[in-house]
């Protein structure tokens, strides 16, 4: 195996383009290099790149740093306000070590059918902030999502807008409580105004290779005042409308239930916030 740790993002960007693999947390490469003994596999350190490892909150707006751990996100106060759905997807991942190691760049790149920031981030309308030869970038998650990373590009951090009246929420059902490996996982988004709910956005994770956004769903809800049987509805068109492709346990028609009881759960307790 060969090491590299680049002190610039130029040459972090210089070793990715001769095919080395990005390493912040290591939290899932490092095990698979052990599992492969990193034959033939060259090793990009990118976790002491200053530049990746801040969190920079303007008036409007969060910039969290690629390097950033999931422990530091998930404790930051204007992302416990302005973007409740990250941090609480933050706070699922692993355990309290593996959160203290964990990236938010890691977390998006590894393209895991299970990732937890991901539907949060999709229903934030998150900006994945790329480099590259030919400098900065930015790209909606969704497209990232859709067209996979693009090629010689680092993530160096993630961009989120704060809304005031925004409320956002997060729930992962596991196969255990601690350390959990996900089996579904949703997210919700939506403003209230005048009593209405407004631009709702919905996800689920865990079904197919990678979350996705539910706008049968969504625009089931917009629009419309908050009801018991509004949110019963939308629980049940979103379990209805999601596409499950996996074929390990648990069975399509179980994963289809905790879709419609995640997502319930969201929009009860987001209707009494």
């Not at 629009?223 to 499950?244: F, K, M, N, P, T």
Request: net charge positive.
């Amino acid at each position: 195996m060969r090491y590299l740790r680049p002190t610039t993002l130029e040459q972090a960007i210089a070793g990715i383009g001769e095919g080395g693999i990005p390493l912040a947390g290591g939290t899932v490469l490092v095990p698979e290099l052990k599992h492969s003994a990193g034959e033939n596999v060259t090793v990009v350190d990118i976790g002491r790149l200053a530049a990746l490892r801040e969190m920079k909150v303007q008036h409007d707006d969060v910039q969290i740093g690629a390097a950033v751990t999931l422990a530091r996100l998930s404790a930051h106060a204007d992302l416990q306000r302005y973007a409740t759905a990250l941090v609480e997807a933050a706070e699922t991942v692993g355990n309290p070590q593996v959160r203290r190691a964990a990236t938010v760049g890691g977390n998006i790149a590894l393209g895991i059918p299970g990732a937890d920031l991901i539907p949060a981030l999709l229903v934030l309308d998150a900006e994945v902030m790329l480099f590259g030869t030919a400098g900065e970038e930015l790209l909606l998650i969704e497209q990232i999502i859709k067209n996979g990373m693009p090629a010689g590009r680092l993530i160096t951090g993630i961009k989120i807008n704060f809304h005031e009246s925004r409320r956002s929420r997060f729930r992962k059902f596991a196969w255990r409580l601690a350390s959990g490996k996900t089996i579904v996982n949703v997210a919700a988004a939506l403003r209230i105004e005048n009593g209405r709910i407004m631009a709702p956005k919905l996800t689920a994770g865990g079904l197919s290779k990678h979350p996705s956004r539910l706008p049968l769903a969504e625009n089931f809800l917009d629009g419309q005042a908050w009801s018991d049987s509004l949110i019963e509805q939308a629980a049940r068109a979103a379990a209805a409308e999601v596409v499950v492709d996996v074929i390990s346990p648990p069975a399509e028609k179980y994963r289809r239930k905790l879709v419609a009881a995640g997502l319930r759960q969201l929009l009860t307790e987001m209707s009494r916030s």
